[in-house]
C-alpha cells in the first residue's frame, strides 16, 4: 500500500472513527442516564430535551412534588402549620435541589433554607385566582431560579401561599456523570484511534527503515552474505526492493572479482606450466648444438627443427594470452567483411591438410554450400575458429588412425559448420562446461594435452560476436561433434 494511501486511510480513521465511536458512547449513556434520571426523579421516561433544557428538566423534577403539595391544600391546608410535616416535605424537595417557603397573609411561616440570602425578594401576594403546581416562572438573576407557588385558604380563611424554589444553577448529578462518562470516552477513544494508527505507521515505515539502517551497517562492514527481507509494497518497500538489487548486485559483481582474480592466477599458472616445457626443451636442443652433441647435419637439422617448433607452441600460447587479454575486456579486433563461403573453407581445408597430413591425422571435406552464399565475418578470426577446435581434437586424438570430418551445411538463413573426430569423447558431465574460460575435462598437465584452457572459451566469444551459436556432441571413447552456425549475408532490396 503506497504512503499516500496510507496517509489518505489514517486521515479518514482519526476523522470518523472517533465521531463514531464518540456517537456511539453518547446514545448509550444518554439511554442508561436518563433511565437513571427517570427511576431516581420520578419523571416520565428520559427525553434527551433534559440534557439541553436545565428549567424543563428541574421542572419535571418537582412536578410531583408540587402535586402533592397542590393535593394537601385543597384537602388539609391547615397541614401547612404543621413543623414536623413542613420539615419533611422541605426534606424530600432540598434531594430536588429545591426548598419550600410557606405563607399566611402575606407573613412567613416556613423557610426550608438556612442561607436567608439565597430566599427571593419581593415574592407575589396571594392571589384570589388559584394556581396549581404546574407551571412556574424563572428568575434570571445570579440566582437563576425558578419558582412554583401555590395559593390556598387555611381552614379559619387566612390566605396562604406556597413557593418551591429550585436552583436550576446546576445540572442533577446524573447529567454531570454523563458528561464526564462522554468527556472521558472521547478522550480514550481518540487515545486509542491515536495508538493504533502511531502502530500501524510504526510497524510499515520505521520498521523498514530499521532494516535498512541494519542493511546499510551490514555493507558498510563488508558483509554482503545477507537478505533484506521486504513485505510491503509502498514506496519504502520499493526502496528496500531497490537496496536489495544493489545489495545482490555488489555481491554478484565482489563474487565476479573474485572469480576474474582466480581465474588470472589460474591462467598464469597454466602459462608458466605449458611454456616450462617448450623452454626447457629449447633449452636443451640449444646446449647440445654447443656442445657439439649434434655432430652430423641430420642432427642439428633435426635440433633447430625442434627448438622452431617448440618456439612456435609458445608464440602460439602468448597469442592466446594476449587475446584471452582482450576478450576480458571486451577489445577483440574484427574486421568484417562479405566472404564467399565455398572459397573460404576451401582455402582453410586446403591449408589445415598439409598440416594434418604432416601428423598422420585423415581428412574429410564436404560443403553443401552454394557456390553463392555468402556470410559476413572476420576472416582472421573465423579461421583461429576453425583452427582452436581442430587443435582441441587433435590434442585428444587416441585411435592409431585418427581422422577428422569437415562439413558445411546451407540450413536456411544460416550455414552450419560441423567438425568431427575420433577422439577420446567428453563425459558427458563435463559436456556442458567446455566452452567455460580454464575448463579442463583433463586435469593431468602432461605436454601432450597441455594448453591453457581458454582455447574453446575463445571460440565461443569470436562465434557469438558475429552473432552465431556453437555447441558440441560427444560420446566417449567414440569422438566429438562439434556445431556452430552463422547468418547468412542477405541483400534486403530497395523499395
Not at 426550608?112 to 425578594?121: F, K
Not at 555488489?250 to 592466477?265: G, P, T, V, W, Y
Amino acid at each position: 500500500m503506497k504512503l499516500r494511501t496510507k496517509l489518505i486511510i489514517s486521515f479518514c480513521i482519526i476523522i470518523f472513527v472517533p465521531v463514531t465511536l464518540a456517537a456511539l458512547a453518547m446514545c448509550g449513556f444518554r439511554y442508561f442516564q436518563l433511565r437513571d434520571i427517570a427511576n431516581t426523579y420520578q419523571v416520565e421516561d428520559g427525553n434527551i430535551s433534559y440534557l439541553t433544557n436545565t428549567v424543563q428538566m428541574w421542572n419535571r423534577v418537582t412536578k410531583d412534588s408540587c402535586q402533592k403539595l397542590l393535593d394537601t391544600a385543597e384537602s388539609d391546608p391547615d397541614k401547612f402549620l404543621d413543623m414536623k410535616y413542613l420539615m419533611q416535605v422541605n426534606e424530600t424537595l432540598q434531594g430536588k435541589n429545591s426548598y419550600l417557603i410557606v405563607m399566611r397573609d402575606n407573613e412567613e411561616v416556613y423557610v426550608g433554607t438556612n442561607d436567608l440570602n439565597t430566599v427571593p425578594e419581593n415574592l407575589p401576594d396571594y392571589m384570589d385566582t388559584k394556581t396549581g403546581g404546574e407551571t412556574g416562572y424563572f428568575i434570571d438573576s445570579d440566582k437563576q431560579e425558578m419558582i412554583k407557588r401555590i395559593d390556598f385558604d387555611f381552614s379559619d380563611g387566612s390566605e396562604g401561599t406556597l413557593f418551591v424554589i429550585t436552583s436550576i444553577k446546576s445540572l442533577v448529578p446524573e447529567m454531570k456523570e454523563l458528561l464526564m462518562d462522554i468527556i472521558i470516552s472521547v478522550l480514550l477513544i481518540l487515545l486509542l484511534t491515536a495508538g493504533m494508527l502511531t502502530i500501524w505507521n510504526y510497524r510499515s515505515i520505521i520498521t523498514p527503515i530499521k532494516k535498512l539502517e541494519m542493511a546499510t551497517q551490514n555493507i558498510k562492514e563488508g558483509n554482503l552474505d545477507f537478505t533484506l527481507e521486504i513485505d510491503s509494497n509502498d514506496e519504502i518497500g520499493e526502496l528496500c526492493r531497490n537496496f536489495e538489487e544493489m545489495r545482490q548486485r555488489l555481491k554478484d559483481s565482489a563474487e565476479e572479482k573474485l572469480a576474474s582474480e582466480k581465474e588470472n592466477r589460474v591462467l598464469i599458472s597454466n602459462i608458466a606450466h605449458d611454456l616450462k616445457t617448450p623452454i626447457t626443451a629449447v633449452k636443451g636442443y640449444s646446449e647440445g648444438l654447443m656442445d657439439g652433441v649434434a655432430d652430423t647435419p641430420e642432427k642439428r637439422d633435426k635440433y633447430i627443427k625442434t627448438i622452431y617448433n617448440k618456439a612456435n607452441e609458445m608464440d602460439l600460447l602468448l597469442n592466446e594470452l594476449t587475446l584471452y587479454s582482450k576478450i576480458d575486456t571486451n577489445r577483440i579486433p574484427y574486421n568484417f567483411s562479405k566472404i564467399n563461403v565455398m572459397e573460404y573453407f576451401d582455402d582453410c581445408v586446403e591449408e589445415i591438410g598439409l598440416d594434418l597430413e604432416a601428423k598422420n591425422i585423415g581428412l574429410s571435406y564436404f560443403n553443401y554450400a552454394g557456390d553463392d552464399v555468402q556470410i559476413i565475418a572476420d576472416p582472421e578470426q573465423l579461421k583461429r575458429v576453425i583452427h582452436n577446435i581442430i587443435n582441441n581434437s587433435i590434442k585428444y586424438l587416441d585411435k592409431p588412425k585418427g581422422f577428422i570430418n569437415i562439413r558445411v551445411k546451407d540450413v536456411g538463413d544460416f550455414i552450419q559448420v560441423e567438425i568431427e573426430d575420433n577422439g577420446k569423447g567428453i563425459a558427458k558431465k563435463d559436456l556442458p562446461y567446455i566452452f567455460d574460460r580454464f575448463f579442463r575435462a583433463d586435469t593431468s598437465r602432461n605436454s601432450a594435452t597441455g594448453g591453457s584452457g581458454i582455447g574453446l572459451s575463445i571460440v565461443r566469444k569470436i562465434i557469438e560476436d558475429h552473432g552465431g551459436k556453437i555447441w558440441a556432441t560427444s560420446k566417449e571413447e567414440t569422438g566429438t561433434i562439434m556445431y556452430f552456425v552463422l547468418r547468412k549475408y542477405q541483400e534486403v532490396p530497395n523499395e
